[in-house]
């Protein structure tokens, strides 16, 4: 069913605490965490708990949960003291998607070319 945990997601593991992660946000309904791989000086990640593919899935599927998770984005540059940051959602193996849980990358400290390559 949409939105129930799958055994084989990273992030679900995260989410239940069974893969150790540098948590810097939690609400009822999401989790910003830091990215293992760091691209800039801040790269958070924000992941709804419930598990979608992508973001497209959870914007179709739990529109209130996808806002949610934008409004995190927001949280977390706030408390990294962030003025300019980028929000990326790769979607699609195509875009570099990797990890086919939704995620919100959030990035920022550094100077961030447009467009992006
Ligand atoms: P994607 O490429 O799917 O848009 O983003 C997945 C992100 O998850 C990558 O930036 C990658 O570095 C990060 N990542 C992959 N495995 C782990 C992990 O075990 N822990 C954390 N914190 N980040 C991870
Ligand atoms: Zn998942």
Redesign the pocket.
């Known amino acids: 069913m949409a939105g129930e945990a799958q055994d084989d997601c ?1 992030f679900c593991k ?1 989410v239940a605490g069974q ?1 150790p ?2 948590v810097v946000r939690e609400t009822a309904t999401t989790v910003a ?5 760091p ?1 800039a000086p801040v ?1 958070v ?1 924000v992941i709804p708990k419930a598990h979608y593919p992508d973001a497209a899935s959870l914007a179709e599927g739990a529109p209130g949960l996808a806002a949610d998770v934008l409004r995190e984005t927001r949280a977390v540059a706030d408390e990294e003291k962030l003025e300019s940051y980028r929000t ?1 959602f ?1 979607t699609g193996a195509g875009a ?5 849980h939704a ?1 919100a ?1 959030v990035l920022g400290g550094r100077g961030l070319q447009w467009p992006p390559g």
């Not at 965490?33 to 791989?37: A, G, L």
């Open positions: 990273l995260i893969i992660a540098t965490f830091r990215d293992i791989n691209k790269h990640l990326v790769n570099g998607q990797t990890v086919f995620h990358h």
